[in-house]
T-cell receptor, first 112, second 113 residues
Framework: DTGVSQDPRHKITKRGQNVTFRCDPISEHNRLYWYRQTLGQGPEFLTYFQNEAQLEKSRLLSDRFSAERPKGSFSTLEIQRTEQGDSAMYLC??????????FGPGTRLLVL | GDSVTQMEGPVTLSEEAFLTINCTYTATGYPSLFWYVQYPGEGLQLLLKATKADDKGSNKGFEATYRKETTSFHLEKGSVQVSDSAVYFCALLNNNAGNMLTFGGGTRLMVKP
């Protein structure tokens, strides 16, 4: 399978804990995106990387959120001091340049 | 800013019925337009796209035509199947305003046998 993969698929955590998600893009894709989707809504953009450089960040990305793509391949998204409002599906996508974005299966986060 | 508006669901159809899901957009410049489909518990799958006015995107019997004059990108299928039951998202990519996709709220389609 050469699609976008995400790990874990599900995460349950208690409020105040830190969580980290991983995304592995399609191997030849140089751009990687993070989106957040709440129940019944469309995805909302969080941030994107071109190779290892983080080029754009949404105002949705509070200072509790940090994303990295250290070697220009996989990426991690960390949420510190989680809040109940962080409960959502976190989606990763990748593209070759400005081509079509292909999404992974997502990580569903539940903050208790 | 850019925005996408979709018809609210759910849309309930019988198998073999004709499907239309309306999508209109607001954007500066000349965005690319997309339809994605999401099956329960899964991520989004790219269904079709169009990159300029009057282009028609098509895939798996679904079609959508980029209409700049009406700022629309309505999704159609001539004969739906039970397996088409999913949530459909219209989206735009405006290279003049960053590289992020802007999504509509999604339309749930339920097809009954």
């Amino acid at each position: 399978d050469t699609g976008v993969s995400q790990d874990p698929r599900h995460k349950i955590t208690k409020r105040g804990q830190n969580v980290t998600f991983r995304c592995d893009p399609i191997s030849e894709h140089n751009r990687l995106y993070w989106y957040r989707q709440t129940l019944g809504q469309g995805p909302e953009f969080l941030t994107y990387f071109q190779n290892e450089a983080q080029l754009e960040k949404s105002r949705l990305l509070s200072d509790r959120f940090s994303a990295e793509r250290p070697k220009g391949s996989f990426s991690t998204l960390e949420i510190q001091r989680t809040e109940q409002g962080d409960s959502a599906m976190y989606l990763c996508a990748s593209s070759l340049g400005s081509g079509s974005q292909y999404f992974g299966p997502g990580t569903r986060l539940l903050v208790l | 800013g850019d925005s996408v508006t979709q018809m609210e669901g759910p849309v309930t159809l019988s198998e073999e019925a004709f499907l239309t899901i309306n999508c209109t957009y607001t954007a500066t410049g000349y965005p690319s337009l997309f339809w994605y489909v999401q099956y329960p518990g899964e991520g989004l799958q790219l269904l079709l796209k169009a990159t300029k006015a009057d282009d028609k995107g098509s895939n798996k019997g679904f079609e959508a035509t980029y209409r700049k004059e009406t700022t629309s990108f309505h999704l159609e299928k001539g004969s739906v199947q039970v397996s088409d039951s999913a949530v459909y998202f219209c989206a735009l990519l405006n290279n003049n305003a960053g590289n992020m996709l802007t999504f509509g709220g999604g339309t749930r389609l339920m097809v009954k046998p």
